[in-house]
């Protein structure tokens, strides 16, 4: 059979836990690979994060969520009824089409809030040399201008700043009150709608405390069994979140070369440079003694043109 690759095109490492996908796989055991392009491309749909499957595009999480459900027999809500499918879906719904959007407006109303509540490197994220302060400059200016568009286009971005806060903790507390006391919203394991919960309310949850955030202290003062569900999903799925954070590794869950390979890699990598310099030496001794040769036989012409002067005359 066809080996299946799965590549994740992602967004820059602070912020990727909020891809839906991400968490999907983890969960359902399948093998994957982040492909780090510093935001260079996006899918045909125009969207970040997409996946590649053998080739294949696949954006929007839902749908990539279904397709790789279906491409490797892998459905996290096999175990629940039909009623529960009903609730996980609106509750999916409410998630990705309210509360995700208010966490957006909080983001874009001033952009810092992004830079300093994730301690985005845009150095890092970009993959360029270009200082941060200017950097930031334009992130703001770009990211906060066509941010606040969207949020406004979808409805969110009209209301009152403290009505957008009501929203989302009225979203927040209908959450709350579904998980109650279950360690994920439909029991002992965690189904699509704990994925799609997670993957938000980590936004939320992480943001950095010097970063005022509304959303952020409601839930850990009103909300403790949310913070218990993000918790215990990043233990279950990412059990190597601090390698990942420290080292800003999106492949941290990958095989390494044992460090034996990783030296002689070195060793080669030094003998080629070695070797790509003795030729560079060697051709800067090839044009010299070219250039030598050259000047010797135009003396030697010189010469012989005076003495058949000296015979002419």
């Known amino acids: 059979s066809t080996r299946k690759l799965i590549q994740i095109h992602n967004v820059f490492l602070e912020i990727c836990f ?3 996908g991400l968490w999907w796989l983890r969960l359902a055991g399948l093998k994957y690979e982040n492909v780090d392009h510093k935001m260079k491309y996006r899918s045909k749909k125009g969207q970040l994060p997409f996946i590649e499957l053998n080739g294949e595009e696949i954006a929007d999480s839902s749908v990539i969520i279904k397709e790789l459900g279906q491409q490797f027999t892998k459905d996290l809500d096999i175990i629940l009824d039909n009623s529960q499918k009903n609730v996980s879906h609106a509750m999916i719904s409410m998630i990705e089409n309210h509360l995700f959007w208010v966490v957006m407006w909080w983001r874009t109303k001033q952009a810092d809030n992004i830079i300093k509540g994730y301690k985005v490197n845009l150095q890092h994220a970009l993959g360029t040399r270009i200082p941060n302060g200017i950097l930031n400059f334009f992130f703001k200016f770009s990211y906060g201008r066509k941010g606040l568009k969207k949020v406004k286009a979808q409805g ?29 919203f439909f029991g002992d394991e965690p189904t699509t709608l704990d994925v799609v919960a997670f993957a938000n309310l980590a936004q939320i949850y992480f943001v950095d405390k010097e970063v005022s955030f509304p959303l952020r202290d409601y839930m850990q003062e009103s909300c403790a069994n949310l913070v218990g569900l993000v918790n215990r999903m990043k233990e279950k799925c990412f059990p190597d979140w601090e390698d990942i954070c420290t080292t800003l590794d999106l492949n941290s869950h990958l095989p390494k070369p044992p460090p034996e390979e990783k030296e002689k890699d070195k060793g080669k990598d030094e003998e080629k440079k070695a070797e790509k310099e003795g030729d560079e030496k060697e051709n800067e001794k090839s044009e010299k003694e070219i250039e030598k040769e050259n000047e010797k036989d135009k003396e030697t012409d010189e010469n012989k043109d005076k003495e058949k002067e000296k015979e002419d005359k």
Not at 158 to 183: C, M, R, Y
């Open 18 to 20: 909020a891809h839906n």
């Open 156 to 184: 969110i971005g009209v209301h009152k700043p403290e009505e957008i806060v009501e929203f989302g903790k009225q979203d927040l507390k209908v959450l709350s009150d579904l998980i109650a006391d279950k360690p994920f």
